[in-house]
């Protein structure tokens, strides 16, 4: 088993500029979500999805955006990238949405914006 | 709003040695979660505690939840340096939303 895959693993944008973090999990989760990771802080929750076709807001949701239109996949978009959002993301899931289970975390996508 | 706060956030320890982080959350959240991060590396889950009293074991590691308190705690016992790694509680808020704590940094030394 894959597990989380997230693509890609570096990244370096210029303020402004727009891109996707790809995350898929082949465990037929149900819960999926997005964090961000900063120094010296715990992760922060951006998005998750407790189903196809569901989504909603974490803690920090500003600037970004995500969909969920397979149970696979659950892509992040950054609409026009900032400083602010230099930071390591990490895609997780987990099989329950009603959480009660650990989650499994992807290998993380090291973003820097310049 | 549901926080999270661990300490210490440093923690440096002989091998041999027994020690004890500290988890504390401002609401009530009847899930608490620990984990583990390597440098450069993604979050391995180590416990789920699910209610009050909860206590769970792995080796050298223990964790316990007092809801009451709002307190859970992960003890090292007679450590090693594979223990050596960054440790998250988190908990739970509205079922769909994890809050983490800032991390103890674990650095266990000969």
């Known amino acids: 088993n894959a597990g989380v895959t997230q693509t890609p693993k570096f990244q370096v944008l210029k303020t402004g500029q727009s891109m996707t973090l790809q995350c898929a999990q082949d465990?037929?989760?149900?819960?999926m979500s997005w964090y961000r990771q900063d120094p010296g802080m715990g992760l922060r929750l951006i998005h998750y999805?407790?189903?196809?076709?569901?989504?909603d807001q974490g803690e920090v949701p500003n600037g970004y955006n995500v969909s969920r239109s397979t149970t696979e996949d659950f892509p992040l978009r950054l609409l026009s990238a900032a400083p602010s959002q230099t930071s390591v993301y990490f895609c997780?899931?987990?099989?329950?949405?009603?959480?009660?289970?650990?989650?499994?975390f992807g290998s993380g996508t090291q973003l820097s914006v310049l | 709003e549901l926080k999270v706060e661990q300490n210490p956030l440093f923690l440096s320890m002989q091998e041999g040695k027994n020690y004890t982080i500290y988890c504390n959350y401002s609401?009530?959240?009847?899930?608490l979660y620990w984990y583990r991060q390597d440098p450069g590396k993604s979050l391995e889950s180590l416990f789920v505690?699910?209610?009050?009293?909860a206590v769970k074991q792995e080796g050298r590691l223990m964790a316990s939840l007092d809801t009451k308190a709002r307190l859970s705690t992960l003890h090292i016992t007679a450590a090693v340096h594979d223990l050596s790694a960054t440790y998250f509680c988190?908990?739970?808020?509205?079922?769909?939303?994890?809050?983490f704590g800032a991390g103890t940094r674990l650095t266990v030394k000969p």
């Open positions: 999805s407790v189903g196809a076709g569901i989504t």
């Open positions: 465990m037929n989760h149900e819960y």
């Open positions: 609401t009530t959240s009847d899930r």
């Open positions: 997780a899931s987990s099989y329950s949405a009603a959480r009660n289970e650990k989650l499994f």
């Open positions: 988190a908990a739970s808020y509205n079922n769909n939303d994890m809050r």
């Open positions: 505690l699910l209610s009050n009293g």
